[in-house]
């Protein structure tokens, strides 16, 4: 199944902007308040509650003070959860994330029922410059076990493609790019150019430049039945593209992203979506400014079996 009915969300103590992750991500805007943090958390308990009330199970964990971890809020780039028990740790890019990875985590989610038979810890690729940023760098569709990758300093294509081997899925790699600086330059996470449901993908078709790659993509979401919802350059900068798609225990789906993303779509956009499934959408606004990423940097899907 494509959808988790439980995510697991940090919440977050010393919120803000991170200098080593801003030298690639063109999202992030320093904002010199006092009250960035404060906002943050505002934030993340008001998404928390309007996904909790459409009953979506979260599993919320608070951050630890020490050592400072500015991104903690975004747990999908250092961990995910697979359906076969299998837990996978990535190497991280900024030196000063690689500290979210906590082992008590898994602890606490076992504590709720879920069964982990492996731990694949990638974290040692970290001393090769290799890196591979979870499912901020990867879009997996479970049902045809395919993962889509862009290439970046945060996906290492070797790294992408043994992962794949290993854990069985077949990669589609390509290269998607934003213009930032006057220049093209590489999108530092897959997830904030495209997004892959039950039966729709939302994508920014127009950030992978080379045209072959381009139409690679289209033909393998095509041929897994796919309805290609496309968004523009522009609404990928307002987070149109980092989205995901959850269900609650009941088997209903919603598609969960940020007020920016969801003002940025056009009505026929949203019509198209909204046959799928409902959308759920929160003001994310300072943790977007900041921290460079939206509403699916913050949700780790939990496929893990339960005892």
């Not at 029922?113 to 694949?120: A, C, D, N, V, Y």
């Not at 994310?284 to 400014?289: S, W």
Request: glycine share 6%; net charge negative; proline share 3%.
């Amino acid at each position: 199944m494509q959808t988790s009915d439980t995510v697991l969300m940090i919440e977050p103590v010393a919120f803000g902007y991170n200098a080593e992750t801003a030298e690639n991500n063109y999202f992030q805007i320093e904002q010199h308040n006092s009250d960035v943090q404060e906002k943050a958390l505002q934030e993340f308990k008001t998404f928390v509650e309007k996904i909790t009330n459409k009953g979506i199970n979260v599993i919320t964990i608070k951050d630890t003070p020490e050592p400072r971890k500015p991104d903690s809020i975004f747990p999908n780039n250092w961990v995910s959860f697979h359906r076969d028990g299998k837990v996978v740790l990535y190497p991280m890019f900024a030196p000063n994330r690689r500290t979210e990875r906590r082992l008590d985590i898994l602890d606490t989610i076992k504590s709720k029922g879920f069964e982990i038979s492996e731990i694949i810890d990638l974290s040692k690729f970290e001393a090769e410059g290799k890196f591979l940023e979870g499912t901020g760098s990867m879009i997996f569709d479970h049902d045809h076990h395919i993962a889509y990758g862009s290439v970046s300093v945060r996906l290492n294509e070797a790294l992408f493609r043994e992962f794949c081997s290993n854990l069985g899925f077949t990669p589609v790699v390509f290269h998607s790019f934003q213009t930032a600086n006057d220049q093209r330059l590489p999108i530092y996470h897959t997830n904030v150019m495209m997004c892959v449901g039950d039966q729709f993908a939302v994508i920014c078709l127009d950030s992978i430049d080379d045209e072959l790659e381009r139409e690679k993509v289209q033909e393998v979401l095509k041929s897994t039945g796919k309805e290609i919802v496309e968004i523009s350059e522009d609404q990928l900068q307002q987070f149109a593209g980092n989205m995901l798609q959850v269900r609650n225990e009941e088997g209903k789906t919603f598609l969960v992203m940020s007020e920016t993303a969801y003002r940025s779509l056009t009505q026929e956009q949203i019509d198209r979506i909204t046959n799928y499934c409902e959308i759920i959408y929160a003001d994310l606004h300072t943790i977007e400014t900041n921290g460079g990423g939206s509403a699916r940097c913050m949700l780790a899907e939990i496929f893990l079996p339960k005892r």
